[in-house]
């Protein structure tokens, strides 16, 4: 089946949509006459009827993630565990796949044997490193699995980054097939091209002439703050002409904290004198406590947050205690950090599945504090022993955020309890 046998609303004129050149254009067009029904980073999906969806690329990794999944190989080869693609747009701007329905981490289980965890588990072990432990029944029960082992064989041929693998939104389920990978665009080099550059945020393409259909793709480059996406050249003039996107130096990552309830929190902080807070914007008292799980995601979108909201649920059914260890602070020239040090072999756990998804990070092992205030410098010491006395304080936390990294307002801030 290709694009022009799918079932349309009747107010998508497919002609009209093939003409679009722009981006601004293919979502304006898309918004108005399908039903939206997923977003991320880099690519924006929408439902065409009961058996298609229709992809659209937002940016350069969507576009590299579409290439990757039209690939006529890929899908010759793996289409029994795959939505496969039926249509794409020739510079990979779009592509129409087969519609896969949701399932639930329960569902997969019960279909496969096995979770998501387990299989994540043998494809890490078989194709980096042998770190997870997996016991010798479940070994040869991988190894007999004729889903797992064309999941390992694709991985290795098509050197797919495998993070994803370990998702419930990367799996669905599809009549006459069953299980199938829905999302399997992102390769290595794409992740290390596009996810893995701390330093560029990109923006969305809005800008494409009229004659995209005639540019090639050329091989990503970052100059002068820009990203080269396309390049043109005229036959007759021999004038060369680029798609750019610019980008942004400031390295900014999305947040999961577990919100605290700790008695008395106003008045600890009264202990600390005023003179000696460093109050400038983003600093000062802590004023509502909370510990962070993780800092760094690279991704920000609504499938990331769901996909944290089912991994606190499976994973925590009543308040999370944390236990104060002690006092300590963190020294910088410009002020010193006061805060609690606290263990919980919950948050330990939440942390290393959370490090799954693509983020930056500089601390290999995880250490759970909750920061009372930021000090001018030198002063943490004095508080520290002011600090030292409070006794069997009780940690607890029923609540979680998810703080976007667009801003730091409030405004893109996602919160729920346990």
């Not at 991320?40 to 969507?62: E, F, P, W």
């Not at 948050?347 to 759970?368: A, D, I, M, Q, R």
């Not at 943490?380 to 002011?386: M, N, S, V």
């Not at 030292?388 to 304080?393: A, D, P, S, V, W």
């Amino acid at each position: 089946m290709n694009i022009e046998e799918a079932e349309y609303p009747s107010n998508f004129d497919l002609n009209y949509f093939k003409s679009l050149k722009t981006y601004k254009e293919r979502v304006t067009y898309c918004n108005d006459t399908l039903k939206k029904i997923g977003v991320g980073s880099s690519r924006i999906v929408y439902q065409i009827d009961n058996k298609t969806v229709l992809k659209l690329a937002k940016n350069s990794k969507g576009i590299e993630q579409n290439l990757t999944e039209a690939d006529g190989t890929l899908n010759d080869w793996y289409g029994d565990i795959i939505a496969q693609v039926l249509e794409s747009h020739p510079n990979d701007l779009w592509i129409e796949s087969e519609l896969a329905k949701k399932i639930t981490p329960n569902r997969f289980k019960q279909l496969k044997g096995y979770t998501i965890n387990n299989l994540f588990s043998y494809l890490y072990n078989t194709l980096k490193k042998n770190q997870y432990q997996l016991s010798p029944e479940m070994k040869e029960l991988f190894n007999e699995d004729e889903f797992a082992q064309q999941v390992l064989d694709m991985c290795g041929n098509f050197d797919m980054e495998i993070g994803d693998f370990n998702r419930i939104s990367t799996y669905g389920e599809i009549d006459g097939k069953g299980i199938v990978i829905t999302d399997y665009g992102l390769t290595k080099s794409t992740y290390q091209d596009f996810y893995q550059r701390e330093n560029v945020n990109e923006e969305i393409i809005e800008d494409n002439p009229d004659n995209i259909d005639n540019y090639k793709k050329t091989k990503l480059v970052v100059n002068e703050n820009k990203i080269i996406l396309f390049e043109h050249i005229d036959k007759e003039s021999k004038k060369k002409t680029i798609i750019t996107t610019k980008v942004d130096n400031k390295p900014n990552f999305g947040c999961l904290m577990l919100d605290l309830n700790i008695p008395n929190w106003d008045k600890l902080l009264d202990i600390i004198q005023q003179e000696d807070v460093y109050d400038e914007i983003g600093f000062g008292k802590e004023s509502e406590a909370h510990c962070t799980i993780l800092y760094g995601f690279h991704l920000d979108n609504d499938n990331l947050v769901n996909e944290l909201k089912e991994i606190t649920k499976e994973n925590c059914s009543e308040p999370i205690k944390l236990n104060v260890t002690g006092v300590s602070c963190f020294n910088s020239k410009d002020f010193d950090v006061l805060k609690f040090d606290v263990q919980s072999e919950k948050l330990t756990e939440l942390n290393k599945v959370c490090k799954e998804f693509p983020h930056t990070n500089s601390f290999p092992t995880y250490h759970g504090h909750v920061t009372i205030c930021y000090l001018k410098p030198n002063l943490g010491e004095k508080y520290i022993k002011l600090f030292e006395n409070i006794k069997n304080l009780s940690i607890f936390g029923n609540e979680f955020t998810y703080s976007s990294k667009k801003t730091n307002d409030g405004k893109n801030k996602n919160t729920w309890k346990i």
